[in-house]
Every structure is written in C-alpha cells, then in structure tokens.
C-alpha cells in the first residue's frame, strides 16, 4: 500500500476559531508582565525603600536560616523515622521464616 501523498490544495477561508493572539509563553518564574501592562517608569507607583541598619540585616538573615534549618531538621526526622519503620518491618516479617 502506497503512503498517501500530502496535497497542497488547502484554502485559508479567514475564520477565526480560537483567538490566540493574547496567549504568551510563561516566564520562567510564572508571573511576567503582560503586555499592555507596563507604564513608563514615571507613572509607576513607587513603594516606601526600606532601609535597615545592620543589626536588623543580621537578625533578618539568622531568622531565615533558622526557618529553613528547622524545615531541614524535620525532613531528617521525618526521614529517620520511616527508615526505623522500614527496618522494623523487615526485620519481623523475616525472622517469621
């Protein structure tokens, strides 16, 4: 059986079915500007800059690292105890042999 050869005879009649025009491709972190969005510089609503001195720079980044040692230290918890688990289990359903 031959392969069905590709015809060029297709028309463009104009139609629209789905409008894609707004459709952009996701930013790497999920939340770019869209398009008509951006205004000048100028016009843009500027927040209050924040100035901290360097006590406050020091607790800000020991407060961080405490969160995130914390969050670490109960993975580890949480991961030595199904590898009891795991263990115990394996230990009683062998000796039943």
Known sequence: MAA???TDDFEDDGRI???M???ERPSFLGHAPQRG???PFEQRERRPKIELTTKERIWLALGAL???LTIGC???VFLGVVIVALITLWTT???TH
């Open 4 to 6: 069905r050869r590709r």
């Open 17 to 19: 079915i789905a409008d």
């Open 21 to 23: 025009s707004a459709v």
């Open 37 to 39: 969005s951006v205004r």
């Open 66 to 68: 405490k969160a995130g």
């Open 74 to 76: 109960i993975y580890v």
């Open 93 to 95: 359903l062998s000796g």
